[in-house]
T-cell receptor, first 115, second 113 residues
Framework: SQELEQSPQSLIVQEGKNLTINCTSS?????LYWYKQKYGEGLIFLMM?????EEKSHEKITAKLDEKKQQSSLHITASQPSHAGIYLC???????????????FGQGTILTVHP | GAVVSQHPSRVICKSGTSVKIECRSL??????MFWYRQFPKQSLMLMAT?????????EQGVEKDKFLINHASLTLSTLTVTSAHPEDSSFYIC?????????FGPGTRLLVL
């Protein structure tokens, strides 16, 4: 089983709709990273969360990390076709709370936004 | 944010040949870089950790002699796929940490015929 579970695996929405992607682990997440990837391209860094209860926003995207640091959500408000892509959560789950270590990734969520 | 580049972006080779992929940190130094592999519609799988000035650390199941990693300087790591076979066809992505964030290269698509 995946150490990081993302849901849903795919999502199709109409432009203007809000949506949420979840990332869940049975282990404590020491650093949770959200990335966006276009097919066949590299990963674009979106946001990083480290503290329990932390919430960050950038433009229409908001990411939260729960108090237990085992679940994160990515929320997009008023989605646009430019938001389409693959969203990946990555986390340091190897304890110690150290940065600069290996990241484990969820399986990704494919987002399609219809105009 | 920090920039990581990869070269080439795409390569097609014959079975049995070796292919070298370069990963560079353009505006920062990286003592550690990571190499990932991604199959279509799947997530990233860490292959190895590249350490400047020392041997790479490979993940379980990754053949060291198959995937040679050299971290020759603080801005360059190379991955060489030796005696490539069609099953090595994949998307290879490198990354490096800078100021608590891991930045990724644009990836290299390898197709082995």
């Amino acid at each position: 089983s995946q150490e990081l579970e993302q849901s849903p695996q795919s999502l199709i929405v109409q432009e203007g709709k809000n949506l949420t992607i979840n990332c869940t682990s049975s282990k404590t997440l020491y650093g949770l990273y959200w990335y966006k990837q276009k097919y066949g391209e590299g990963l674009i860094f979106l946001m990083m969360l480290q503290k329990g209860g932390e919430e960050k926003s950038h433009e229409k995207i908001t990411a939260k990390l729960d108090e237990k640091k085992q679940q994160s959500s990515l929320h997009i408000t008023a989605s646009q076709p430019s938001h389409a892509g693959i969203y990946l959560c990555g986390a340091d789950i190897f304890a110690g709370g150290t940065s600069y270590g290996k990241l484990t990734f969820g399986q990704g969520t494919i987002l399609t936004v219809h105009p | 944010g920090a920039v990581v580049s990869q070269h080439p972006s795409r390569v097609i080779c014959k079975s049995g040949t070796s292919v070298k992929i370069e990963c560079r940190s353009l505006d920062f130094q990286a003592t550690t870089m990571f190499w990932y592999r991604q199959f279509p519609k799947q997530s990233l799988m860490l292959m190895a950790t590249s350490n400047e000035g020392s041997k790479a650390t490979y993940e379980q199941g990754v053949e060291k002699d198959k995937f040679l990693i050299n971290h020759a300087s603080l801005t360059l790591s190379t991955l060489t796929v030796t005696s490539a076979h069609p099953e090595d066809s994949s998307f290879y992505i490198c990354s490096a940490w800078n100021q608590e964030t891991q930045y990724f290269g644009p990836g290299t698509r390898l197709l082995v015929l």
